[in-house]
């Protein structure tokens, strides 16, 4: 484990989570005094850690609202769990290793430290006793060197981040590109799962997609990505990104949308604009196995021009007789001998309903909660239902 | 924006209507324009950023009574202990000075403030433009439904003895094709001629930004 710098002087060593709960309770209720100043805390906290270090200011985007939010939350949370500790270890030791690939190093957790102090000080004012800076600097210590042994163990098995090269921009619509990215490591992932991709010309900005292939002997990736209006990531790799760029990508998370090996039942897959992503990678893994299970995939748009990717599903479709795939169109027009009327799980419901059979959902977020209440009042088990949720 | 009432409150000097906790309470939006289900969104966008502006406002003026309060107890214990014959060292806050780190936060406040305005800005224009992309579409697909109907219906009285399905079929896809085409084609060159326009304008405009420089 390396040495956190912090606090200063003292062995991180001699840090722990406070000792009774009358000292959990401090940290609690000073936290709770804090947090009433709402977004200012974050924004006097990012102020103090830029100016005293400089340095620090380039891991982060040019705009930190949302950051910050992500700051005050996760600090709460801690707080939240301080007694909670095996829960927080957890949360903890993900969050160091997620924080791999913000290139967050040791070095940084000292002057973080500094910050949190300053600030809680700064809010409590008469209240910040030297006990309370104790027991904060305390907790601190201990979760910094909790992530940090995340990071650790996270780096015995994969990089901080993966670059990939650009080797395909397919602008298939107006505002959708399919992109095909070279790790020039492999990265290891199964189907379902989800990666982060950053581009230089966003930087500090990661956005979750999910690659619409089963792994291959090349290691390339392929990313479905929709321009979401206003977007900054997206609009970028939409519109601009070009082959040869370089983008980095993040570990894969997300197992909700994975095949069990050892799973035998059939699934019905529903899917809204590029959450067909995932399954294309789901499809053709099932192609691999031994027994493949049988697969119905309603794939839905609002218009026929946004089932983008049809002619390819329809061909994996005649290669595979477990396979079917319909195609749902929304938006009033006519059922043609190529689309059914309806939205993808409107029209799944009419060809079910198939209590028996796993079911996943991939979309927009309003798609998936809408999709979910759908197949849930037709009495489809929660067991039977799977969804990625970020 | 919602009906507004009550007095003008002024901040800092600028007179803006602040929102106060009951306007937001009972802020009503309008209808939804015609066709379209609830209120309308555009609105309620409008008004959500306008509180959001208004609580950056606040925690802006927050933060400086902050700032003149920590200035003041810092001269306080300056004075009590000078008075004290400086039996106590004097407590300087440590790191960078407050006056600093607000400056800081009120330039990132502005940098967010420009980024919200600008994507909710290319929100809108993308949205408008989607909007109208299906109307466009939409309207196509109207008229070439009622052409291949009137094809079909044309076909059935002309064709007698001879009728089969499958030739109304065809009759009523090529004149849905025919239709939608002669639609498209129409919009499409309302387009270039409107892009043409713009091209001339700019090829003509004298160069007057020259004097808008600095």
């Not at chain 1, 301080?82 to 927080?88: F, M």
């Not at chain 1, 298939?172 to 199964?190: C, E, G, H, N």
């Not at chain 2, 008075?83 to 407050?98: D, K």
Request: charged share 25%; with cysteine.
């Amino acid at each position: 484990m390396p040495s956190v710098p912090w606090p200063p002087g003292r062995s991180p060593t001699s840090s722990r989570w406070p000792a009774d709960v009358s000292g959990a309770t401090r940290l609690q209720h000073s936290w709770d005094l804090v947090a009433q100043h709402g977004d200012q805390v974050a924004l006097h906290f990012y102020s103090h850690l830029f100016l005293a270090h400089p340095e620090v200011r380039d891991l982060f985007p040019v705009g930190m609202a949302v950051q910050r939010d992500r700051l005050v939350t996760a600090l709460g949370r801690i707080v939240a769990d301080v007694e909670n500790h095996d829960q927080l270890t957890a949360f903890l030791r993900q969050l160091g290793a997620d924080h791999r690939k913000f290139a967050v190093v040791a070095d940084h957790y000292g002057p973080v430290g500094e910050a949190l102090l300053a600030t809680l000080a700064h809010f409590l004012g008469d209240r910040w006793t030297a006990e309370l800076a104790r027991e904060w600097t305390a907790a601190y210590g201990l979760v910094a060197q909790v992530m940090l042994a995340g990071a650790d163990d996270a780096a015995m098995h994969s990089p901080p981040w993966w670059e990939a090269l650009v080797t395909r921009h397919e602008q298939v619509a107006l505002d959708l590109a399919v992109l095909t990215v070279r790790p020039r490591q492999v990265l290891p992932y199964r189907p379902g799962q989800s990666v982060a991709v950053e581009t230089d010309l966003r930087p500090r900005l990661w956005r979750y997609y999910s690659p619409a292939n089963a792994p291959r002997t090349d290691g390339s990736l392929d990313f479905h990505v929709r321009y979401v209006p206003g977007g900054i990531v997206s609009g970028a790799l939409v519109h601009t990104i070009g082959e040869g760029d370089l983008v980095r990508l993040g570990s894969p998370v997300g197992d909700n949308l994975t095949l069990d090996p050892a799973g035998q039942r059939d699934l019905v897959l529903v899917a809204g604009g590029t959450g067909v992503a995932p399954f294309k990678a789901l499809i053709e893994s099932n192609a691999t196995a031994e027994q493949p299970r049988r697969i119905h995939l309603f794939w839905g748009g609002r218009r026929p021009e946004d089932l983008y990717d049809l002619p390819a599903l329809t061909a994996l479709c005649e290669r595979h007789s477990w396979l079917q795939v319909t195609a749902c169109v929304s938006d009033g027009f006519r059922p043609t001998d190529r689309h059914e009327q309806g939205t993808a799980v409107e029209v799944a419901l009419k060809h079910g309903p198939w209590p028996h059979r796993d079911h996943y959902v991939c979309g927009s977020p309003e798609m998936v909660q809408a999709s979910l209440t759908h197949l849930r009042e037709a009495g489809v088990a929660p067991e039977r239902l799977r969804h990625e949720e970020f | 924006m919602p009906a507004s009432n009550g007095p003008v409150p002024e901040l800092d000097g600028r007179a803006l209507t602040r929102l106060t906790p009951e306007r937001v309470r009972s802020a009503t939006f309008p209808r939804a324009p015609l066709g379209r289900r609830g209120v309308d969104e555009e609105e309620i966008r409008r008004f959500l950023i306008r509180v959001a502006e208004d609580l950056a406002a606040r925690d802006n003026a927050e933060a400086n009574l902050r700032a003149e309060n920590s200035r003041i107890k810092e001269h306080l214990v300056r004075w009590q202990s000078e008075q004290a014959n400086r039996r106590n060292a004097r407590l300087g806050p440590q790191g960078p000075s407050i006056e600093a780190v607000n400056a800081m936060s009120r330039a990132q406040q502005q940098a967010d403030a420009f980024m919200a305005q600008a994507q909710d800005y290319a929100r809108r224009v993308t949205t408008h433009a989607r909007e109208q992309a299906d109307s466009i579409l939409r309207d196509a697909h109207d008229r070439a439904e009622r052409a291949a109907e009137e094809a079909a219906q044309d076909y059935r009285h002309r064709a007698g003895e001879g009728y089969t399905a499958e030739v109304e079929e065809m009759q009523r896809r090529v004149a849905y094709l025919r239709a939608f085409g002669h639609t498209m084609q129409v919009q499409l060159h309302a387009a270039a001629q409107a892009f043409m326009n713009e091209v001339d304008k700019i090829a003509t405009e004298p160069l007057t930004s020259q004097g808008n420089r600095s």
